[in-house]
């Protein structure tokens, strides 16, 4: 299976918005949940947000740092898991990473931070200068 590839990052002002875009061809019918994540040197990788099906519907998931701003969304005839970013501010500098978990997991955790994923792209990065 090939790794997913981010693109779309870039620099902006604040306000700004991006579009990011992670390749996942070889999982978008075969992925559990579909996470983006970012990370600044010296900080653990957080969840920004993460989509996943519960029968024949998709759920998403906002972390606080990205609710009302950004939106995931699993683009099929694109075979990509995409992150549209609005109002971006400096704090949302960072490198920006898709992950994919393929099996099932259960409990509240499931799905809610990085070890829970298995497969990871190589990051786009993301800066916002004021």
């Known amino acids: 299976q090939v790794q997913p590839v981010e693109s779309g990052g870039g620099s902006v002002q604040t306000g700004g918005s991006l579009r990011l875009s992670c390749g996942i061809a070889?999982?978008?019918?075969?992925?559990?949940?579909l996470g983006w994540f970012r990370q600044v040197p010296g900080k653990e990788r957080e969840i920004l947000a993460r989509?996943?099906?519960?029968?024949?519907?998709?759920?998403?998931y906002y972390d606080r740092s990205a609710s009302g701003r950004f939106t995931i969304s699993r683009e099929k005839d694109k075979k990509t898991l995409d992150l549209q970013m609005t109002s971006l501010k400096p704090d949302d500098t960072a490198m920006y990473y898709c992950?994919?978990?393929?099996?099932?997991?259960?409990?509240?955790?499931?799905?809610?931070?990085?070890?829970?994923?298995?497969?990871w792209g190589q990051g786009t990065q993301v800066t916002v200068s004021s």
């Open positions: 070889d999982y978008i019918d075969n992925s559990y949940c």
């Open positions: 989509i996943w099906n519960v029968g024949n519907n998709l759920n998403t």
């Open positions: 992950a994919v978990r393929t099996t099932y997991c259960d409990g509240i955790l499931c799905c809610r931070s990085a070890e829970h994923y298995e497969v």
